[in-house]
């Protein structure tokens, strides 16, 4: 991560047993809280500058991969020609 000139501090409050949690998870990663802090903010920060075609399609797959986890069995596409020899059969 690139650090600007300009470093802005932040105070959160926190419960004791988040805080807790949150330096025994930091110490597994070997790094601190507040570098968790400040790289899920980035993240989030990144995540709402998507563009609304990125976050749907993010959707879509995450859904895939749900209905794909729940069968056991590989969500299989169809493409543009059997979609369309679907449609004249209909007919």
Request: hydrophobic share 35%; with cysteine; charged share 35%.
């Amino acid at each position: 991560m690139r650090y600007c000139e300009y470093v802005r501090n932040i105070t959160v409050s926190v419960d004791e047993e988040t805080y807790r949690k949150a330096r025994m998870h930091a110490a597994e990663q070997e790094t601190s809280v507040s570098s968790l802090v400040r790289e899920h903010l980035a993240s989030l920060v990144q995540e709402s500058a998507l563009s609304e075609w990125d976050r749907k399609r993010r959707k879509l797959s995450a859904a895939f991969d749900k209905a794909q986890q729940k069968t056991g069995k590989p969500v299989s596409t169809i493409d543009r020609d059997e979609i369309y020899a679907e449609r004249l059969k209909l007919r």
